[in-house]
């Protein structure tokens, strides 16, 4: 069964940092393209960051310069690294993955597959 697992969000403070893992099992994701996302509260989910199999990556603009998306194949690991946070990135943080052989940094929800149950960050101001 194939699960992602999120884990690392916590309660900071704006202007801190914080890394959020996504540890993968049920097969191996080193072909498929990795993204997280966020839900706000009263919000939609939208794209914060991807990494295709072969590292390149995309980001949201609110996060570019501030996060960091990068991933270990041989952990089946993704990580977010999120620095400068603000109050405005608190939300559910998800994990998730396309199938095998997506070969682009996608930014479109609709392609990835599997999704983690997420991680809660919050930053306070």
């Known amino acids: 069964q194939v699960q992602l697992v999120e884990s690392g969000g916590g309660l900071v403070q704006a202007g801190t940092s914080l890394r959020l893992s996504c540890a993968a099992s049920g097969r191996t994701f080193s072909t498929s393209a990795m993204g997280w996302f966020r839900q706000a509260p009263g919000n939609e989910r939208e794209f914060v960051a991807a990494i295709s199999w072969s590292a390149s990556t995309s980001y949201a603009d609110s996060v570019q310069g501030r996060f960091t998306i990068s991933r270990d194949n041989a952990k089946n690991t993704v990580y977010l690294q999120m620095n400068s946070l603000k109050p405005e990135d608190t939300a559910v943080y998800y994990c998730?993955?396309?199938?095998?052989?997506?070969?682009?940094?996608?930014?479109?929800?609709?392609?990835?597959?599997?999704w983690g149950q997420g991680t809660q960050v919050t930053v306070s101001s």
């Open positions: 998730a993955a396309t199938e095998p052989r997506y070969t682009s940094a996608t930014r479109n929800q609709q392609m990835y597959t599997y």
